[in-house]
Every structure is written in C-alpha cells, then in structure tokens.
C-alpha cells in the first residue's frame, strides 16, 4: 500500500495541473484526477511504465467528458475556496489573473495543441513518454510541441482572452 500512496503522492499535483490546463474546470479536473488514480489502480498496478499509463486513462476520462458535454468555460478557478482565503495580496491577486489569461488562452488552443502543451508543462513526463502517450514519435512531439508554443504565443500577444 506505501507504494500507492508514493505513486500517488508524486503524481497527484501534476497530473491534476495538466487536467485543469486540459479542461479549464477546477473541480472537473479533481474529479477525473480521482477517476484517474482509482481506475489505474484497480486494474493496472502490475505495470511497470506508470507514469505514461496515468496520463494515457487521465487523457482518456478527458475525451469521455468532453463527448459528454460540452466545457463549463466559467469559474476556471473557485473564486472563495475557503473562508480564511477571503483576503488575498496583491501579488497572489495578479498570479490569479496571470493564470487565469493563461488557461484562457490554452481554451482557444486547438485541443491537439492544448494536450501537448498540458503534458509539457506538467513536467512528469519526457518527450519519449507524451510520444507513447499521444500515439506518435518522439520528434513529431518536439514539432508539435514548438508549433503550439509559437500559437499560445500569438495568442498571449493579442490580449490572451
């Protein structure tokens, strides 16, 4: 059981980061986060390649969701997510709003493009590893990778929003 908890534990913040990049929603990417690790522990714990795995199911429940309905685009973040959070500084005020433009521009992304960048930014995982998970080769990865940069950029660019 200690090496689940590890498992997750290690993986829970990142992959958690990368659904909310995906999805634009707070609490839907809590909720396919959770899906996520019980699926793969119920039926994949014997894999060696974990990592990859997590995401490829996380990747999948996202697809799933977004067949289902279409993305709840308001409230990217909770506004009040506790009582003593009421008074913010300053500066966490405009890392909100920096994140916020960030997110909204990740959505006028193509979802293709928006999938590479999430998986890259999340860290977890290399080039070889998004490669397996995407389908595709390791070079087509970097390609895909540096085209949805110079995107996201234009896009930052032009007001983000």
Same mark, same amino acid.
């Given at each position: 059981?200690?090496?689940?908890?590890?498992?997750?534990?290690?993986?829970?913040?990142?992959?958690?980061?990368?659904?909310?990049?995906?999805?634009?929603?707070?609490?839907?990417?809590? &909720?396919?986060?959770?899906?996520?690790?019980?699926?793969?522990f119920e039926h994949y714990r014997h894999i060696e390649e974990k990592?990859?795995?997590?995401?490829?199911?996380?990747?999948?429940?996202?697809? &799933?969701?977004?067949?289902?309905?279409?993305?709840?685009?308001?409230?990217?973040?909770?506004?009040?997510?506790?009582?003593?959070?009421?008074?913010?500084?300053?500066?966490?005020?405009?890392?909100?709003?920096?994140?916020?433009?960030?997110?909204?521009?990740?959505?006028?992304?193509?979802? &293709?493009?928006?999938?590479?960048?999430?998986?890259?930014?999340?860290?977890?995982?290399?080039?070889?590893?998004?490669?397996?998970?995407? &389908?595709?080769?390791?070079?087509?990865?970097?390609?895909?990778?540096?085209?949805?940069?110079?995107?996201?950029?234009?896009?930052?660019?032009?007001g983000g929003d």
């Amino acid at each position: 059981m200690d090496n689940y908890r590890q498992f997750y534990e290690k993986h829970n913040a990142r992959l958690f980061y990368y659904l909310l990049r995906m999805t634009g929603d707070y609490h839907l990417a809590g &909720d396919i986060m959770q899906e996520s690790f019980l699926r793969f522990f119920e039926h994949y714990r014997h894999i060696e390649e974990k990592t990859s795995l997590l995401y490829t199911i996380a990747r999948n429940l996202v697809f &799933d969701e977004s067949r289902r309905k279409k993305p709840d685009k308001t409230g990217v973040i909770p506004e009040n997510q506790s009582e003593d959070c009421l008074v913010e500084s300053e500066h966490q005020v405009l890392i909100r709003e920096e994140y916020r433009q960030m997110l909204g521009a990740l959505q006028q992304l193509s979802s &293709d493009d928006r999938e590479v960048l999430a998986l890259v930014a999340g860290g977890d995982c290399s080039y070889r590893e998004i490669g397996r998970i995407l &389908d595709i080769s390791e070079s087509h990865v970097k390609v895909k990778v540096h085209r949805a940069r110079l995107k996201l950029k234009t896009i930052l660019n032009a007001g983000g929003d």
